[in-house]
C-alpha cells in the first residue's frame, strides 16, 4: 500500500475513538468498503473470512452496528495483532483457523505483506505485485464453516466476506453446508492465476450461479489493473431466494 494512500487512511480514522486505538497497532479500517457495507441495508450477522490484522472487522463494526461477526485468520501474528486491534467485543468473534473444503492441517505460505499470504503457493502474486513474495511457512488447521460454528449463529441477513488470496473455491466449498443462510456474498478473485491451481473468476461465478446467487458488482481501484486489463477485484454476489425461516429467526 502507498504511503499516500495509507496516510489517507489514518487521516479517515483519526476522528473515531476505535479506530484510533487501531492506529496505534498500525492498523486502519478497510474504509474504501465502507460504501459497499452501507449499501447492504441492515445486517445481523458477519461471517469474515481471511480477517487479517481486523480491517475489514473494525469497518463492520461502526457500519454495521446490530452484526455480530465471526472473524477467521490462521496467522499467529496477524490473529493476536486483531485482538489487539478489536479489543473485548462481545460482537467479534475470532477463530485462529483457515476455512476450507474439509478439515486438516495445511502449511501457508506467509509472504513479506502478510496480506498476500495464502495457502497456495504464489506463482504470479509476487512478480506482479512486488514485494509479497514468500519468507517462511506455518502449519495451519483448517476446517469447513460448519464445524467451526454452529448453523444458528448465522442469522440472516447475513454477509459472507472472503479475501483469501487463491483458496476462494475451497472456502466456497466449505460453507456449502449452510451457504443458503446468506444473502449476501462478497469475494476478492482474480482473472489470472497469481496462486498455483486457484479457480479463476469466471469458474467461481458460474459455481455461485449455480447455488443461486448473482453478481450484483465489481469494485476495482488502480491497483486492480496491469497493462489496462483487470488483474482482480471485489465481487458482490446477492441470493435469488430469500433467506430460510430458520436463517431469519437465528435457528
Not at 464453516?145 to 447475513?158: C, G, K, V
Request: aromatic share 8%; with cysteine; hydrophobic share 45%.
Amino acid at each position: 500500500m502507498s504511503f499516500l494512500r495509507k496516510l489517507r487512511k489514518a487521516l479517515q480514522s483519526l476522528p473515531d475513538p476505535l479506530f484510533r486505538r487501531a492506529l496505534r497497532h498500525g492498523v486502519a479500517p478497510s474504509h474504501e468498503h465502507r460504501d459497499i457495507l452501507q449499501n447492504l441495508g441492515v445486517l445481523n450477522t458477519v461471517v469474515d473470512v481471511g480477517a487479517n490484522v481486523g480491517q475489514f472487522a473494525l469497518l463492520t463494526l461502526r457500519v454495521q452496528p446490530k452484526a455480530v461477526i465471526h472473524s477467521f485468520e490462521p496467522l499467529a501474528a496477524a490473529a493476536d495483532t486483531f485482538r489487539k486491534v478489536i479489543g473485548q467485543n462481545a460482537r467479534v468473534t475470532l477463530h485462529h483457523c483457515a476455512l476450507g473444503a474439509e478439515e486438516a492441517v495445511m502449511p501457508i505460505h506467509v509472504t513479506s505483506r502478510a496480506d498476500s499470504s495464502s495457502l497456495l503457493v504464489p506463482t504470479l502474486q509476487p512478480k506482479i505485485f512486488p514485494g509479497t513474495h514468500t519468507v517462511k511457512r506455518e502449519e495451519v488447521s483448517v476446517m469447513p464453516l460448519h464445524l467451526a460454528m454452529r448453523a444458528d449463529q448465522i442469522t440472516a441477513p447475513a454477509l459472507l466476506k472472503i479475501d483469501v488470496q487463491g483458496f476462494e473455491a475451497q472456502v466456497l466449498e466449505g460453507c456449502s453446508a449452510v451457504l443458503d443462510r446468506f444473502e449476501w456474498i462478497f469475494v476478492e478473485l482474480s482473472f489470472v492465476e497469481l496462486y498455483a491451481s486457484q479457480k479463476l473468476a469466471p469458474e467461481i461465478i458460474d459455481w455461485l450461479h449455480a447455488r443461486g446467487f448473482r453478481l450484483c458488482s465489481v469494485y476495482t481501484d488502480a491497483h486492480s489493473y496491469l497493462d489496462g486489463k483487470m488483474i482482480q477485484g471485489d465481487f458482490l454476489f446477492r441470493a435469488l431466494r430469500q433467506p430460510t425461516d430458520a436463517a431469519r429467526h437465528g435457528v
